[in-house]
């Protein structure tokens, strides 16, 4: 009919589709294999920036031109003068813009900016920064963004107030974004940094000569800043308290101690003739320069970890010479160096005594506290009285009870723990994909709580049974305990880590589930272990017993092990010094 | 003359062109039936419209008028053998009603320029403002055209006459008061911008495009889902409305209703954020405790969800924008259509149209244009011819007398007569009023703001007033100005519905004293006859004979939208409602026709894409525009 619109049917618009198409990749090949002849051959021209250019334009993601056209621009950069290649360089800086609109997340487009950038004789940062801007606003958790965008802040000099700002800008729009909290979570340390005082007093170990060392303090921000921060954040969990981003950077906010390195133990036993040392953090003994004193005399020794398995380990051992402490009337003095770190640590060991040692306790220190925090207490337990606000509103907010759980513990672990075991109980029941991360966080405090407890009762007795523990944890801070109840509990192996405990005598586990005994291994003391109700099955199983020493009463009773045949002589083979099994 | 005629035969006749008669014209055009466009009015889109501000003087000065007596033509010539016929109203003096007009600021500035330099540009203006007018308007007949270019030229002087003399009319507080605010500007902040001269407003009257009707998209709703489904959308662009204000205790007050609002709400506390976000998570899936409360008020809900106050206006005013009487299941309704349409685009669940709603109503004409509809303005349809055994209207009669034959005629209400109505109920009205104001009611970092300000009723028995607060971006006021539209069902007239209000939030000679508010420099007032309770069919007319309503006082567009699509499915209910239009380059046209509409309509045609020439290149400038599709 006159006039009326005609539209194309669909299989002509395929058509039309599939020929263009077709049309595009000739193109695309024949500029391609043109490329890399013309690279082959050492052109760097007009032309092959042309046909690089053209290519790129439709897929930036092809490295290897990228590198060509690099080539060809450091070439032209020696025959060019200034103002040229300044030309050259805006002109690529226009064409990379292109190409980031067409696929924004470009490994090979972002990169080549940075090259760029750095080589523009007079770069234009604030231009970039707004790109960066546009960028961000179209995918606030674009990284390659992110990423460029540092460069540009760092070269150009972006003053950290401003940067700031760009978060709360970029907060307000979208709070869900890790990126713009981690940002300001590097800022604000720079911008307010904390007053040099230390927040809490803790006591300084009288020997070493306090220089304050930087990485206590060093990401830490002053307390008027930390407070509107906790509202900023506040207001983030408060309006969707399932948002994790925010709750880790509340978690940061909230701040961790590090603890200071040093030797925290030295334990000395006459019998064995040997020094156990216990340090801050897992060290490598064999190469932080660790020297011995006795009685004014460096000593050549031979220090080893716990365990085969550890290279890195808090408790390092060594045999003292044979006859240097054997003689009970003999009073010795021990300094033990640990000399990259300037510290070292004393011990006497007096006329008459089997064994000594030195040590801070955990209870001292604050140990389990400043690990989560160093905030003053009146501020947690403001933040403790908001989270439980949140909590009443949301009482099956899974990242609430988890925060509030941590704040309990920054403020007064033993106090809270009744509380603490409620809330945990909830957090498995309605987080039940991640029960067994809550039962070992859960186990961890629990044995940070009886470690404090068998510290203020000044005991070498650990017991913590029928507590539900999944995992065993601070086996460090074990060195000296001698008798250790775990019976009835969850635990399915004694770990490796095990191994610290080297003062260890007896050892209850029954009623567990225990598989394995690695960490039942070379302690010199240990003389009775209950066994009875676990899941040892083999007498492989058991090998690690086999060193140590003075075993001699061993309860296997309710284990699948019993069932196998010739257990007995087995284990007699196995165990020699053992002389009182029961199976 | 004979050259000039229209083709004497259509598929439908379409008279008025409201948002509903160019939706089903575009929709019928779209699907291949030849469709006639008239309207008698020299502009688009009826009381949708959007005008400059000279444009509005005029519309101002025709509506105190009042319609022009018509003279009753004898047609029965053309009445065939077997044939009835029914003449249409051809007067609005309806629809529009207790139009005031207030101008606040001075008539001249008065150092910036000189006297005659102004008068120069003002009648420079006004004149190019009549030749743009009437370059929109199709009529074949050019000598009509001159006359009436005469005409509205004549009309715009004295529209001028007019604005000069209201002031007066309602009191001497304008002139006695202006002095006063002034020298204090001067004396104590000389830095102070000063008033913008009502000169300066006319002069600068092209960039004003001031809506009759004051609406927004809701971002789900149907208007946007049909001009994204048609591709209507390609011809228009979109703003976000970028906050939802409210009044309270005599304060503007931001509403936070998004998430990162709630965030960075300021006057509440964390309790309170985390008490609405969970009442606007928890309340968009239906529940018992709901249901328990059908039937009772909303208020009584939110009451006892123990949100306290401020959180209960924000739900009831601001987001559900009900009554304190709604019932709860309505309520409900409402706040979810409010938060499924959140996020969309942006921040709030509106849009608002760069260049003002009178563009959508075009934006579906063009597309009826472009599949060969024809277009005809200051052209009616005077009589209907009815086959009395069929009760069908075969044909109509236009205004110059031309027997037009169709299957299908659909028309705005305004054109039925009285006596063929059939109105169930007594017509409601709306309350308007247009201001245009030299600052923000909630002044913030950007002066860009496009705003909903919700204002509950002041007292008991005064209706509550929408309010929509109009930036220069929006390309609806000149820049340094605001345009601020009020509406709300009447009570009384117009001005005594609003105007306590906006004596409330302005500074205006009556309410002198809100030296922080923003001062009003001109103000209009009307009502506008709501006749959306009007069904299309069953009016004492033929059976193929539709009736679209006018505006509503609803905030969005879902009343037009579904009444033009019922009209549709009605007549083909075989056919797809506006499917989506093919790209340009996918259209073929027939090898001696390049245009791609029919003769009769290329000169409009033609019209028209210098026009949109123009647009396209002042909307280039804009920020910020959004189209509709990139989401999808």
Redesign the interface.
């Known amino acids: 009919m ?7 049917s669909t299989a002509q ?1 395929e058509e039309e589709k599939r020929k263009e198409r077709e049309k595009k990749l000739k193109i695309y090949v024949a500029a391609r294999d043109a490329c890399f002849s013309k690279r082959k051959e050492g052109i760097f021209d007009d032309e092959a920036l042309q046909l690089t250019q053209q290519l790129l334009s439709s897929n930036p993601d092809f490295a290897t031109l990228w590198n060509y056209r690099r080539e060809i621009l450091m070439h032209l950069e020696t025959v060019k003068d200034e103002d040229e290649v300044q030309k050259i360089y805006e002109a690529e800086l226009s064409f990379l813009e292109s190409c980031l609109k067409v696929n924004p997340k470009s490994y090979g487009s972002w990169h080549h900016r940075c090259w760029v950038s750095a080589r523009l004789p007079r770069p234009d940062w604030a231009r970039e920064l707004s790109l960066c801007d546009r960028c961000l606003s179209l995918d606030d958790r674009n990284f390659h963004c992110w990423d460029y965008r540092r460069m540009v802040v760092k070269v150009s000099g972006v003053p950290v107030d401003q940067e700031l700002s760009f978060t709360d800008r970029l907060i ?4 869900s974004n890790y990126s713009s909290w981690h940002y300001r979570s590097t800022l604000l340390p720079l911008l307010h940094p904390e007053s040099p005082e230390p927040p809490s007093p803790r006591r300084e170990p009288p020997q070493t000569s306090p220089p304050p060392s930087p990485q206590t303090h060093s990401h830490r921000v002053c307390e008027e800043q930390l407070l509107k921060e906790y509202e900023l954040v ?3 969990f ?4 399932n948002d994790q981003s925010a709750w880790f950077y509340y978690r940061w906010l909230l701040g961790r101690a590090e603890r200071e390195e040093m030797i925290s133990c030295v334990y000395v036993s006459r019998d064995e003739e040997r020094v156990a040392v216990a340090f801050s953090r897992p060290v490598n003994a064999q190469s932080v320069g660790l020297l011995l004193v006795l009685d004014g005399q460096p000593q050549r020794v031979e220090w080893r970890s716990v365990h085969p398995r550890f290279k890195h380990s808090p408790v390092w051992i060594c045999d003292l010479p044979p006859g240097t402490i054997g003689d009970i009337t003999n009073e010795h003095n021990l300094t033990v160096h640990w000399t990259e770190k300037h510290t070292h640590r004393d011990c006497a060991l007096y006329t008459g005594r089997a064994e000594s040692w030195c040590r801070d306790s955990a209870t001292d220190q604050e140990l389990f506290r400043s690990e989560l925090s160093v905030e003053k207490t009146s501020v947690l337990q403001s933040e403790l009285q ?1 989270c439980n ?2 909590l009443e ?2 009482p099956l907010n899974k990242w609430c009870l988890l925060t509030i759980i941590l704040l309990m513990r920054a403020l007064d672990p033993l106090g809270y723990e009744k509380e603490t075991l409620a809330h945990f109980q909830t957090l498995r029941e309605v987080d039940s994909m991640r029960s067994a991360y809550y039962s070992d966080l859960c186990s961890k405090f629990m044995i940070e709580n009886t470690i404090l407890k068998m510290e203020y009762a000044e005991v070498r007795v650990f017991s913590i049974s029928d507590k539900n523990l999944t995992t065993l944890c601070h086996l460090d801070q074990l060195l000296l305990v001698t008798h250790i109840n775990l019976s009835s509990n969850q635990l399915q192996r004694l770990p490796p880590q095990f191994a610290m405990l080297q003062c260890l005598e007896v050892l209850e586990a029954d009623d567990n589930i225990i598989e394995s005994l690695e960490g039942v291994y070379h302690l010199p003391k240990l003389e009775e272990l209950l066994l009875k109700n676990n899941k040892i099955s083999t007498v492989a199983d058991l090998q690690p017993l086999a060193s140590c020493p003075k075993l001699k009463h061993l309860d296997l009773r309710g284990n699948p092990v019993t069932q196998t045949p010739d257990v007995e002589s087995a284990l007699a083979e196995l165990l020699p010094s053992v002389t009182d099994l029961l199976l | 003359m004979a050259a000039e005629d229209l083709p004497s035969e259509f598929d439908v006749v379409i008279l008025g062109t409201g948002l509903a008669e160019s939706v089903v014209a575009a929709a019928f055009s779209r699907v ?1 039936q030849r469709v006639l466009h008239v309207d008698r009015r020299s502009y688009y889109a009826a009381n949708w419209a959007s005008f400059t501000f000279n444009g509005l003087l005029t519309w101002i000065q025709e509506n105190q008028e009042g319609s022009h007596p018509e003279e009753a033509q004898d047609w029965s010539s053309l009445v065939e053998e077997g044939e009835e016929l029914i003449r249409l109203s051809n007067s609005d003096s309806t629809s529009i009603s207790n139009v005031q007009v207030f101008t606040y600021t001075s008539e001249e500035d008065e150092e910036e320029e000189e006297a005659p330099n102004t008068t120069e540009e003002e009648t420079g203006g006004a004149e190019g403002d009549a030749v743009k007018e009437a370059s929109e308007t199709e009529s074949a007949d050019s000598k009509e055209e001159e006359t009436e270019e005469k005409q509205e030229e004549t009309a715009e002087g004295g529209g001028g006459g007019e604005e000069e003399q209201a002031p007066s009319t309602e009191g001497e507080e304008p002139e006695a008061d202006q002095p006063a605010p002034s020298a204090a500007q001067s004396q104590s902040e000389p830095a102070k911008k000063k008033k913008i001269s009502y000169t300066k407003l006319v002069k600068e009257g092209r960039r004003f495009n001031i809506d009759l009707v004051s609406k927004l998209m809701y971002s789900r709703g149907s208007l946007v889902d049909l001009l994204i489904k048609s591709n209507v959308s390609r011809y228009a662009e979109f703003k976000n409305v970028t906050r939802i204000l409210t009044y309270r205790n005599g304060q503007v007050e931001q509403v936070p209703c998004s ?2 609002d ?3 709400s300021r006057q509440l506390s ?2 309170e ?3 609405l ?2 009442f606007l998570t928890s309340c968009v899936e239906e529940t018992e405790e709901q249901r328990a409360y059908n039937g009772r008020p909303y208020l009584e809900f939110l009451r006892d969800q123990q949100l306290g106050d401020n959180l209960q206006h924000f739900l009831l005013h601001s987001i559900a924008m009900v009554t304190e009487d709604t019932p709860t299941e309505e309520g409900l309704a409402s706040t979810r259509n409010f938060l499924r349409c959140l996020g969309r685009y942006g921040n709030t669940p509106f849009l608002f149209p760069v260049y003002g709603l009178g563009e959508i109503p075009q934006c579906f004409c063009r597309m009826c244009a ?3 509809g024809i277009y005809c303005l200051r052209h009616s349809v005077t009589c209907l011819l009815v086959d009395k055994e069929s009760n069908r209207c075969k044909a109509v009669i236009d205004s110059r007398g031309q027997r037009i034959t169709c299957s299908h005629f659909v028309m705005e209400d305004s054109y039925v007569g009285v006596d063929r109505k059939k109105v169930d109920t007594p017509t409601r009205f709306l309350s308007r009023a247009v201001l245009i104001t030299d600052s923000s009611v909630l002044p913030s970092d950007s002066d860009q703001q496009v705003s909903l300000v919700t204002v509950p009723p002041i007292a008991a028995g005064r209706p509550a007033v929408r309010m929509v607060e109009l930036c220069s971006s929006s390309m609806t006021c000149m820049p340094g100005t605001y345009l601020v539209h009020l509406t709300c069902q009447s009570v009384g007239s117009a001005h005594e519905d609003l105007s306590p209000v906006v004596n409330s939030m302005f500074r205006t000679p009556e309410s002198p004293d809100q030296e922080t508010r923003p001062s009003v420099l001109w103000c209009l007032y009307f009502n506008m006859a709501d006749s959306s309770g009007l069904e299309v069919q069953g009016h004492d007319l033929p059976s193929n004979v539709y009736v679209c309503s006018g505006p509503d006082a609803a905030l969005g567009h879902d009343h037009a939208v579904k009444q033009a699509e019922f009209i549709f499915q009605k007549i083909l209910p075989e056919e797809d409602f506006c499917p989506p239009a ?1 790209n340009p380059e ?5 090898g001696d ?1 390049p ?5 009769e309509g290329e000169a409009e045609e033609g019209e028209g894409e210098t026009k949109e020439e123009k647009e396209v290149q002042e909307q280039e400038e804009v920020q910020e525009e959004q189209s509709l599709h990139p989401e999808e």
């Open positions: 006159h006039g009326r619109v005609k539209i194309k618009q307000g729009s979208n709070f506040q207001n983030a408060f309006t969707d308290p908001s606000q949140l509103l949301e | 291949g998430r990162a709630v965030f960075a964390v309790v954020k985390r008490k976000m969970r472009v599949f060969g093919p996918d259209i073929i046209y027939d026709n245009s791609p509409t029919a003769t």
